[in-house]
């Protein structure tokens, strides 16, 4: 297998020879990406019929082009408007949100895009260059391990509630515990379903995030003219291209940010089963937990929104790798681009670097590329984007409603599903009128039925031994990781104090 | 506004009270759904279930102390609150939940232009009709186009749809 | 990569391809029939609704586009699909049952093996007998199989182990065919497993893939799918039919002279009972032009051009259908007290 300089070259020329495909799919993907309900995943599922005619590399370079510009795509209703359209986009509003609120919006975006775009290019070339060492991944994150990791974003929920602890807790909690609906993993009995089949699989994530962020905020919102405070108005009116530029130098001065955060993407991300939004709230509370601000996390610090962003965009070139080298597919996307390398007479797994290299190493150069045109084509964007905001609640208000019902519809088509949207923002509406954050509800109920899922496999493997999630040394590691990084924190805030008091009073 | 000053002062713990009784509520009513199942199924019963008991039950004690010793009030106000605003936010929430029965006979393209029209001629005051009823109609037209022709979602039918599928 | 090899790979992407690609696609999806026109009182007038109780795009889906393609021909109307997954199938189930009426212009599109049990851990809100199976499209056997970089190398490893200590074996879930291979198996070389539910086929390959467990039972065309990252090592049917792509692994009764009744997946459609009962010469003209899609080398094709096993394709009627329903509920009852944890 020749990887040569000259090998990346030719694959890089021939990519960008193929921007007829990923410009129009890099539309197609933003578009679908900022519609909540729809992802990459069940676009490509409506298109197949005319991906499997189309010759494999094309068919592919689209799927991929479609599925990033997807997950870029996702940040633009979670920023603007609350509504994180996926699960990988739940981190994005919790300081995106807060800037638009102040009138940056336009940077805002900006800053999703470059911190999404930096990410996405960076862990495309590792990928690139380290694939097999990273394939590898997945064989030393079992179960135990990834409980760890599970705990990590959960453990948000405590960062979350810091304000007020037990109240933040509480909803935590509550989360989790609504986060426990459905059948159980093992023997399929159903808990706390209320009897409802819709409930089985637990509960469908797309109508509880925008029924607990979108749809509350919809409720809420209409006690002013805007969205915006007057001031922010005119900051948003009064913007030129200054804000963008802004955006863009903001995350190029933290381009160390961007780069460790997009690792935890991609090391999640290659990971079988673990997906997107594991890795951007666990990105999120790591940056938080080493920021030397931490109190301005939630508050729109750029910091809070550069982590998710780089991270979910590390996932999708991570959720490539095990379907490319070990032939198995890390998500839903990738299960789908294995149907039709499959179809297409493609094999997957190590033969696919020794029969056909340009095809597998091609594809991440692909991603590489069309992160490269979407810095180009998209950013330019945010601009005219963040005027969205400018719209006059009467008219946000109903469309954010209308939008967020029919895109939980989407899904699994369940009418089930527009009602359990609409409770959720009841729910999330009197969550926030009383002081309780959605956001730690939010964590709960995504976080909680994975961390049961990896929690009963560990368990089953050791007959009900809890001792077990300590048995592995990597899962140690880990667990040393996390309790350092909830101790840290407090730690160096504490000792920052004391050198503050000690200086004060070696002046006084 | 005395009285008004009053209750801003005393912390309101009725509203506050709502998200811990919900949630002692639906974990009772979970762990009464897994009480004879096996270890599995009970797991997160036990994990989360207990210590969410636990934390609600604090809060009831910290409030019941607050309430005590006259700090706070068994108020909702803050729920509610701003009062001007309150027709409107029902309102808004009744037609939020009016789309979704009428939907179901209405069907969908129609039942979104009127919940459009309506929720926004009520929050506006009826202001600007004719851009309102524009708005509507242009997501609705939106709606059917993308969701029920494109991508032909199994949206509830009405007149309109299948008014569409008589002329496709 | 030479240079020929990369003059090839660049010319064949041209932007004609997509075009002509394009073309076809829309071709191939209007292309209705027109074939002959026969008895049963004008049936079918309208199309034919089909519920399928797994998601769009998979499995099923495929299989039950490349089979109604053909069907349609036969029938002269189209099939409109429509998924209702969730709840391993019940929800599909439910749908078809409580809100579909029952005059045969409405079918499900189900899998016999994992669904049958389904109601052995718990009954549908329905009688199970108010549906039959009439129409077997495929058979589908459970197999047995390990990571290629997996310690235990053989079928001797692996009960070796198993005498010494409890084995962890990944499935996509307990109350499913290939689960109730493996159980079998356990009982007759008296080794001790664990079953570790590991929530669908992509996970339970990843398990086995990856040393999470010590290997997984699974359907066997999820296998083979798989390539070199598994490597089979036992069937649970009379014969190994994929034979090179399962890795040419025996049958369990082959290895064992037990007497095991094929452990498979299979899908079919269903119908309501009623519907068979009130409209006969509609569940007739059903059932004839379903059987002539078999002999239609068309299907062969299409079968094959969708990258499905041609080996598991296997009509049966309502007897083979009945029978197997049966036999499952048989398998499911036996070791239902593994199956619900009571």
Redesign the interface.
Known sequence: METSFAFFTDLFLHSLSLWWVIIPSIFLGFIVGAIPGFSAANTIIILLPFTLVMDVEVGLVFMVALYCASRMGAGIPAILVNIPGTAGAAATPLDGYPMVKKGQGQMALSISFTSSTLGGLLTTVIALLSMPLLARVGFYMHSVEMVVVMLFGISLIATIASKDTLKGLIAGFFGLMIGSIGADHVYATPRGTMGFLELYDGVPLIPALVGLFAISEAFMVIEGESILSEHSRDRLQTGTWHQTLEGVRITLKRWWHVAWTSLIGLVIGVTPGAGAAIAAFVAYQQSRAFSKTPELYGTGHPEGLIAPESANNGVTAGTLIPLLVLGIPGGATAAIMLVVMQYQGVNTGPRLFMERPELGYGIFMAMFTTYLLMAFTILPLSRYMSRVTLVSTTFMSPLIIGFTLIGSFVPREYMFDMYLAFAFGILGYIARKTGYHVAAILIGVILGPLLEQYMLVALQKSDGDFLTLFSSPLGNILWVALVASLILPAFMKHRQRRRKSVFAEGEG | MASTQDSDEKRQLG??L???V??LG??L??IA??VD?????Q???F???S??IL??L??FA?AARALWRGEASLGMS??IE?YH?LP??LG??AL??G??IV??WLGFTLT?FV??AA??LL??GG?RPIL?LV??TI?AAV?LVV?VIL?Q????KGPVEYLVQALS | MSNSQRNSFISSLSRRSLLKAGAAAAVLGSSGSLASRAFAAGYPERNIDVIVPTREGGGADRNLRAFTAIWKKYLDTNFEPGFYPGASGRVGYEVYMGKYEPDAYSLIFGNMGPEVLNWVVKEPSFNIDDYIYWGRVDTDPGCLFIGSESKLQTLDDIIAEGKKRKLNVGTSRLAHPASIGMLALAEHTGIEVTLIPLSGGKKTVAGAVTGEVDFSVLTSGTVAAAGDAVKTLLVFNDKNVLGEALDNAPTMNEVYGTNLPPMLSSRAFGIHKAAVDKHPDRFEMLQSTFRKVFDDPEYKASVLKAKGHWEYVNYGGVEECAKFKQAMLELGAKYKSYLTGS
């Open positions: 509203g506050e709502i998200i811990p919900l949630a639906f974990t009513y979970y759904t897994v199942s096996p270890w599995s199924a797991l997160n019963a994990m989360v279930g210590v969410l934390l609600v604090i809060f910290v803050n729920l701003p605003i409107k936010r808004f929430i939020s939940l789309y979704l939907i179901q979104t919940f459009m929720s926004m929050l506006g202001r309102c708005s509507a997501m709606a969701f991508f979602k199994r949206f509830p």
